[in-house]
């Protein structure tokens, strides 16, 4: 009796072994499976850290099997200043109440626009990043009205030229009105497009897309040269970061 109770302790014992064996063995394989696929499922595209003008940025060629960013960042029709055929976009998301784009605004752009946008080297792309509130989605959509009448970067740099403290009431839809019967825009017209609440997929759409983009501040800058080849300048950088910029992409 006592020698069966042994051999049933020892099939028991090598059996508990021989299901730990197989257990590794399946555990490696399923793991492994699963760190390939989130390897790509994860990996968009492929990067590189330049420095530009003492300024560390990002530089990424997309993958072909992963989703493009730089495909979807100009896709559509957003607004544009410059020439269409310039080599390199510059695509701005930006909120209007955000006090790191206005101040951006107020220093950087115009030298940007001067050396690069009107050089023909580059064209500015406007999408919404809207964060702050109701008051960041009236303003986009009034710019899109302005749009509408031809004045849509006319009414951007008046919004960001009134800027005040977010949240504060100057961007209320009745400032809005202000702001566009001072452009001399068809008021009939503007109110219309204003409150048809046509704009709002396009609003969502760009905050998605900058969300999927890695977005995480205002103003956060994507440069796309015409190989596709995509530098990323976060935050209100100097001018002189974009024009080196560029110049990467082209050279």
């Not at 300024?55 to 072909?64: D, G, H, L, V």
């Not at 009105?177 to 825009?185: H, P």
């Not at 897309?209 to 440069?223: H, R």
């Amino acid at each position: 009796m006592k020698q069966i109770s042994q051999g049933i302790a020892v099939s028991i014992f090598l059996g508990l072994i021989l299901i730990m064996v197989l257990g590794g063995i399946g555990w490696h394989l399923l793991t492994s499976a699963s760190s390939t696929l989130s390897t790509t499922m994860s990996t968009p595209v492929s990067d590189e850290t330049l420095s530009v003008a003492g300024t560390t940025i990002s530089s990424s060629t997309p993958s072909s099997t992963a989703f493009n960013v730089t495909a979807a960042l100009i896709s559509g029709s957003p607004p544009i200043l410059g020439s269409p055929n310039a080599s390199v976009t510059i695509v701005e998301f930006g909120d209007y109440q955000c006090p790191t784009c206005g101040a951006w605004f107020s220093t950087q752009e115009a030298s940007l626009v001067q050396n690069l946008v009107n050089t023909g080297k580059a064209k500015l792309v406007w999408r919404d990043f809207d964060f702050y509130g109701l008051d960041s989605v009236s303003a986009s959509e009034a710019a899109y009205a302005a749009g509408e009448q031809g004045k849509f970067w006319q009414f951007h740099d008046l919004l960001f030229q009134n800027q005040q403290i977010p949240n504060g009431g100057w961007a209320s839809r009745q400032n809005l009105v202000k702001l566009a019967t001072q452009l001399g825009l068809n008021m009939t017209q503007f109110n219309s497009d204003f409150n048809s609440g046509k704009y709002d997929s396009l609003i969502s759409a760009n905050h998605a897309l900058g969300v999927q983009a890695g977005v995480t501040e205002t103003p956060t800058f994507f440069l796309i040269g015409s190989n596709g080849k995509m530098i990323t300048i976060a935050g209100g950088q100097p001018e002189s970061v974009f024009e080196q910029a560029v110049a990467q992409l082209t050279g």
